[in-house]
């Protein structure tokens, strides 16, 4: 008994699975670190230099004495804090398109804790959970699928066709550190009167420099605000545990996914609705992801186009196949014989968007010269 | 449909459960304030007399505080970033609505008016920029922090034009604020009243 639940914890946790979702939520994850950067570095005065709110000294005070991961510790030169946040947006740039996926994450994981040593006072719990995650990214092979660095080995022929299976724990750390996150704040929570006695959703409205968007007034009324406070409670509690059962995960993130739409809506906090929804990706397997492009996929067929060599050439197999992979739903095929339409090509190729200045060269370079025999159209 | 796993590394696994372990520790509430002098490894028995007996739950907080915050595996993650608090709107939402202004007070005492970045004045798209400002303030208002006074002091004295020859020597911090009532209940209106008040060097508040 105790080895068979052993071994189902052993695989939950540690089991081989698709790289894939870790290569989505990658791309999501990235995507939004490179936003709230860029939003914060347009605070750039403020908040990272000496004329700012807080200077070196004072983020030094702030450690009590305790070393912290920091590469701005002690820089007082604004263009060096500059230079490192760039760095940063930069790291978070590449490990968004998957490009030098390894370096990338970990440049951008020492940039956002190193930042967020530099001014700890103006953080939310959205910029906690991008730290923590941004660093759980950068110990996960998040780069094997999904990727410019998968496209790359493709075409050098260094890549599997079909994507590596990889151990799924760094998968499994980001569900359960949203577990946690929900769980401890639902415990938190009914440490306090207003969540319990039902009408905690009655006060962040009313702060007039917190809110953002009305709603209703009924809505923060009566029934509907022990609705409101408890439904919360519920929600939350329910993505810290009933979300890990197949059966109910999907109405679970649904719920979460209202509930921060309501937030995000209502009130002003950076970000937080945006990363932490953005975990719920981790929630689906790979292979389930899989099959709901492939859904999409068919649903696309119409856009389906086939690019043909020129004349006197063929494809080359490896190259072939990762021209393929920059495509979008399976809707670009290269090789056989057919309609050319190289501008649809690039078109419904998102992941080819950046070599738009080089594609027909990289098209050129991914064909060979063929033996004599006419081909239809050209690329 | 996971494959069959070739293996991770046991010290991955032993780590992965230690780590998980560790984070929940951390992210259990603190002691109580009135109860914290006991998690300190510098209480003197004296100080232990002078507090309420702690509940068996408080005694593990106090615990937790003490071994798991205050020893060394909390100090790792303070290190390397993996620190984190999951107090969104708890134990209550915030009550308190506040914004903040200043006078800024030159050498030859002419009164120079300052008002800090208001969320609820900037339009839509600004908001999130200015929040950084207005989560600045909250935390700064908290005692813990109240060593950051003179830091936005002279952030707040920088921020106006002023003659070199006559600059500013006190900055007088406001905060107007209001305490929201249960619903159902009269609002009442802002307050203005004094934060803080400080004296700035001219070397540090020099005009950008």
């Known amino acids: 008994m105790m080895r068979r639940i052993w071994k189902e914890f052993d695989e939950t946790l540690f089991g081989y699975g698709s790289p894939v979702t870790l290569g989505l939520f990658r791309i999501v994850f990235c995507a939004l670190v490179v936003i709230g950067l860029s939003l914060t570095a347009t605070n750039f005065s403020d908040v990272f230099t000496e004329r700012g709110l807080v200077p070196a000294a004072l983020a030094e005070r702030w450690t009590n004495g305790i070393p912290r991961l920091n590469v701005l510790s002690g820089v007082t030169a604004a263009p060096l804090t500059a230079a490192v946040i760039g760095t940063t947006i930069l790291a978070a740039f590449c490990a968004m398109m998957g490009l030098g996926t390894r370096v990338a994450t970990i440049v951008m994981a020492i940039g956002i804790v190193s930042l967020h040593h530099r001014n700890p006072f103006i953080l939310n719990s959205g910029d906690t959970l991008m730290r923590v995650t941004a660093i759980y990214l950068a110990v996960s092979p998040c780069g094997r699928a999904c990727s410019l660095d998968r496209v790359i080995g493709l075409w050098r022929g260094t890549a599997p066709t079909e994507h590596a299976p990889i151990s799924l724990w760094p998968q499994r750390l980001i569900q359960i550190q949203l577990s946690v996150v929900y769980f401890f704040t639902v415990l938190l929570k009914w440490g306090g009167n207003t969540w319990r006695d039902g009408t905690a959703t009655w006060y962040p409205p009313q702060l007039a420099e917190f809110a953002r968007f009305g709603f209703p007034p009924f809505f923060d009324q009566g029934i509907f605000l022990r609705i409101g406070t408890y439904g919360t409670l519920l929600i939350e509690l329910a993505l810290a545990t009933l979300v890990w059962s197949p059966r109910f995960r999907k109405w679970v993130l649904l719920g979460g996914l209202g509930l921060h739409a309501i937030i995000e809506w209502r009130f002003n906090i950076p970000m937080f609705a945006f990363v932490i929804v953005s975990l719920y990706i981790c929630h689906y397997e790979g292979h389930e992801v899989k099959a709901w492009a492939e859904r999409l996929s068919q649903r696309f067929s119409r856009f389906r186009v086939n690019v043909a060599a020129p004349e006197g050439r063929k494809w080359r197999e490896a190259p072939a196949r990762a021209l393929t992979a920059l495509g979008l739903f399976g809707t670009v095929e290269y090789g056989g014989s057919g309609n050319a339409k190289p501008a649809a090509a690039w078109a419904r190729s998102p992941g080819a968007w950046l070599a738009l200045p080089v594609w027909k060269s990289l098209l050129f370079q991914a064909t060979e010269e063929a033996p004599a025999r006419k081909t239809k159209g050209r690329p | ?208």
Not at chain 2, 136 to 142: A, G, N, P
């Open chain 2, 1 to 208: 449909m996971q494959a069959k796993s070739p293996g991770v590394n046991p010290l991955i696994k032993v780590g992965f459960v230690l780590y998980v372990a560790l984070i929940c520790l951390w992210s259990l509430p603190r002691a109580p304030r009135d109860l914290r002098v006991l998690a300190s490894p510098r209480a003197t028995p004296e100080m232990r007399a002078a507090v309420r007996k702690p509940t068996p739950y408080e005694e593990l907080l106090i615990a937790n505080d003490r071994h798991v915050r205050g020893g060394p595996a909390g100090r790792v993650l303070l290190t390397t970033g993996l620190w984190q608090y999951w107090d969104m709107f708890a134990p209550n939402p915030s009550v308190n609505d506040f914004w903040v202004t200043a006078d800024i007070t030159t050498r030859s005492g002419r009164v120079i008016p300052y008002e800090y970045p208001r969320v609820s004045q900037v339009p839509i798209l600004r908001k999130y920029r200015s929040e950084r400002h207005r989560k600045y303030v909250e935390r700064t208002r908290l005692s813990d922090f109240s060593y950051a006074q003179p830091y936005l002091a002279n952030y707040i004295a920088r921020q106006v034009p002023f003659d070199p020859g006559d600059p500013p020597s006190i900055v007088t911090v406001y905060v107007h604020e209001r305490e929201i009532q249960p619903p159902g209940q009269p609002q009442p209106n802002h307050e203005k009243r004094l934060w803080f008040r400080r004296a700035v060097q001219p070397d540090e508040v020099r005009p950008r």
